[in-house]
Structures are given as C-alpha cells and as structure tokens.
C-alpha cells in the first residue's frame, strides 16, 4: 500500500469519523489509565502497578500487538526483604522485513499525589479545565504512551500500512529507578533489541511553549555526611566540645562558592569543551527570563544572559544541596546537640564526566577539609545512584526526522534542548544496545511533572499523536 502523503498523515491522528470522535475517545482513554493509583513509591501498592500494566498489555493486545510480560527479577528492601518485581511489557506489532523498526519506550507508574498535597482536583480523576487535563500522570507518562498507541491505531483505523515496524518497552518502576530494567535490557540485547534500529522516548517537557527536540540529559551522584553518634546538652557541653552540626556546616559550606561554583577540585576538568555549533543552538530557544525569574520567585540568576542560564541548567554539572538529617526542624525550640547528623547533596553530571571518578574526588575534597577542622568527630562520605550523563548526535537520522514531523504537524522549527534531569534509560539503550535514540517530547513546560497539579494539555495531548504518526512517516523515508 502507497505510503500516505505528509498531508494525509498530519490529519490522520484524531480526524477519523465515528459515532464517538477520536479525540474524546483518546482522553477518555487517559482517564481511565489516570483512574489507576500505580505509586510505585510504596512496593505494597505494587498490585496497582501491575494492574495498569495489564491494562496497557490489553490495550496493545486488542490493536493486534503481541506482547510477553517479562520477569524483570527481585529487589531486596532496605529491611532485608526481597520482593518480586512487577513485569516489564515487551510488544510489538507485525514486522516486514523490509522496513526499519522503532522500538518506544514508556513508563505507566506515577509519583505519589493526595488532595491534601495541595491539588485543585482529585488526581486520580482526570479533570479537563480551560484545555488542560489534570490527574497524576496525565503527563508524566500516561499520557504520552497512550499517545503513541494511538499513533498506531490511527493509521490502523484508516487501513494504512505502518510505515515503520514498531516494538514497545513499558515499565512500572521508573519513578523509583527503574528496578531490573537496566538487566532485563542487557540479557535480552541479542533477541528483542536484536533487530531495532531506532529507540524513542517520550518523557520529559519542553522547556518553552515551541515544540522540542531533546539531545541530553545531566547523570547524577547522590552524597551523604555523617557525623558522631550522641545527644548531649548544650547548656552543659555547649562551648566545650565541637559540635557535628559545626563541622557539617563547615563540610557543605565548602562545596560551592557564592557564584555557585564547584569548589571540588578536578570535578569540573572532563566536561566537555563547548563548539561555536553548539552555541548556537541556545540562540533560537524562545526561553523568557523575566518570565522564568516570576515563575521560581527570584529577583536574579546566577547567570546574566538566557544563553548562560540555559547551559548552567542543562550542559555544566551543578551541586545541590538537600538538607541535614538528624537536625532538629520542628516548630518551637530544642536545645540539644545532635548526636549524629547527615547531609545530604547531589552533582548533575554531564559529558565526559564519570561518576566514580567525581565521587572519588568529592570524598577527597570532603576528606581534606575535614582534617582542617581538627575535629574528634568521624566523617563517612557514601554516594548512591551513580547514573551517566546522556547526549545524542543531532546528525542521526531520528533528529532529521523529528524535525521534519514537528515542522509537518506544528508548522514551527523545533528547539533543541538539553534536559537538567537525569533520565539514565536513555545511556542504558544506548550503551546496551548500541542503537539511536531520541527524546521526542509532547509534554509542556508548565505540566508539572510531580508535582500538585499535574496536567497536559488538550492540545498536546492530541497534537502529540499527530506528531508521533508524522515521525513514523518521517523516519521510514530516512531509512
């Protein structure tokens, strides 16, 4: 079958008649996938994941996909106890040897939501207000896997061939780091992931209200401090000992100067070079400072220019800092000296830099300053999660046909963008398996991904699936 004009394929998604219009019948759809308090924050409510799964393998199923539910394997709890994991969903629909296969990742699990959190809505009953679609996971990522299915159907519903083959991973964990997955990719390198040649994913936000396409996401390290192990009095020992409190503050005071500036020795050293090209890419992004400044509710960045605050956000490593465990923090007053208190940071890393070789400097650092101190105290510096940065080459052939598809459905140019966050699936596609892969967001900036009020928009929601249909057109001629 002739593979259908440009034309004919921005006007596929949401445009086919019926007794009930596509487009209702996508956001009912979302509703009832929103309906599904899938927490993956609390392994007792893992049942409810596993029945969102369910219902998504149904729902690939009854469109005429094949789908396995993948043992994903155990997880051992901080108590000891080890647990089952719920499956990961492997699917795919008819394959012609002749065409190129995408492979589409998702997640159906959410972040916790309750109305006393401060939601306007229930969040787990998909209200549309002014355009917008709220509920808990409407956006992050129920919505835009939904998106993708129907993409497919689209076509399915106007009898026109897929012009590319198109296989799905969809996990249940990914707000909680993604258990098993990372393992169930690598053992299955050489069978499902055999034969794809692109990977998508769809799950993050533009960063302004002009479509994007994302390059990059910053990796991450995660550190503790801790200090001594008894509650003393501060009228009786205050003034006589030095207190780990002190030496805490001393520790995360020499983390960052008042620029916001690494002070780690080293860590900065392997980031990799900025080029003219990539400069440029930050001149075209629509990003309003003034607008940024209301909504953080700052009077200033740290930077001047939108060019500068954009790169501190997205391709240099930041230092965060947490908070302090231990301390005391709740209203009214306490005069004890805290027996052990622990603090808590975090770097985003971007390319070439390595984790291992940023937490070894960091606990030197840390190390260092402490023997200054001349303190009686004990300093232990741990780092969890260790997730490498990501970045793509905008040259592939998935970026040219991103392009084309958003210029073909939202008749703008995308902006190319990096994301602050770690999103670590995307190195792990691309180091396992040794494919491309893309991040092709629909979500906006202003979604509120975790956060209360989380929605997408009507708009997205159904522009999205005709941008996911377009790229199917797109990709195919590029193969």
């Known amino acids: ?58 729902r690939i199923k009854k469109m005429g996909g094949k789908v396995e539910l993948a043992d994903a394997g155990t997880h051992q709890l901080p108590s000891g106890e080890t647990v089952l994991l719920p499956p ?12 190129a296969t995408l492979c589409i990742y998702g997640h159906v699990d959410v972040q916790p939501a309750k109305m006393e959190d401060g939601w306007a809505t229930d969040p787990f009953n998909l209200t549309e207000i002014k355009g917008n679609l709220y ?160 909504v953080v509710g700052v009077k200033h960045f740290l930077q001047d ?33 805290p027996r052990k208190v622990t603090g808590k940071f975090s770097i985003r890393q971007v390319p070439n830099m390595d984790p291992p070789d940023v937490e070894r400097k960091v606990k030197e650092h840390l190390e260092q300053v402490f023997s200054t101190l001349n303190s009686p105290n004990r300093l232990k510096v741990t780092a969890t999660v260790g997730a490498k940065p990501w970045v793509a080459n905008l040259q592939d052939s998935q970026y040219v046909a991103g392009q084309k598809a958003v210029k073909d459905v939202f008749g703008v140019e995308p902006e190319f963008i990096r994301e602050g966050s770690t999103i670590p699936i995307a190195q792990t596609f691309q180091e396992e398996t040794g494919k491309s892969v893309m991040m092709l967001p629909i979500s906006g900036h202003d979604d509120g991904e975790h956060s209360q009020n989380e929605k997408i928009s009507r708009y997205n929601y159904i522009e999205g699936t005709k941008l996911f249909a377009a790229y199917f057109y797109e990709l195919s001629l590029l193969h």
């Open 1 to 58: 079958m002739t593979i259908p004009s440009r034309k004919i394929l921005v006007l596929l998604a949401c445009k086919l008649k019926g007794p009930v219009p596509k487009a209702l019948q996508f956001i009912y759809r979302l509703k009832e996938w929103v309906a599904i308090k899938s927490d993956s924050g609390d392994h007792t409510k893992w049942g409810e994941v596993e029945t969102m799964l369910n219902m998504a393998a149904e």
């Open 88 to 99: 990961v969903i492997l699917a795919e629909f008819a394959k012609d040897p002749k065409k």
């Open 135 to 294: 509920g808990r996971g409407a956006t992050d990522n129920k919505g835009p896997v939904l998106a993708w299915l129907h993409a497919v159907e689209s076509y399915q519903a106007t009898k026109k061939e897929i012009p590319v083959n198109i296989k799905l991973i969809i996990e249940g964990l990914e707000e909680v780091g993604s258990y098993g997955l990372f393992k169930l990719i690598k053992k299955r390198r050489d069978s499902f992931f055999a034969d794809v040649d692109f990977i998508v994913i769809s799950d993050n936000v533009w960063a302004t209200t002009t479509p994007a396409l994302t390059y990059g996401t910053r990796g991450s390290s995660y550190f503790f401090i801790e200090g001594p192990k008894l509650d003393l009095h501060s009228g009786v020992y205050g003034g006589s000992i030095q207190e780990p409190m002190a030496d805490l503050i001393a520790l995360l005071g020499s983390l960052l100067d008042h620029t916001g500036k690494i002070q780690v020795v080293g860590v900065s050293d392997d980031v990799t070079p900025l080029t003219e090209d990539e400069r440029k890419l930050y001149d075209n992004i629509s990003f309003d400072l003034e607008e940024m400044k209301n």
């Open 305 to 337: 220019t939108k060019e500068e605050v954009l790169m501190a956000r997205w391709r240099y490593p930041s230092l965060s800092i947490h908070g302090v465990e231990g301390a005391f923090s709740d209203p009214g007053s306490k005069t004890i000296i």
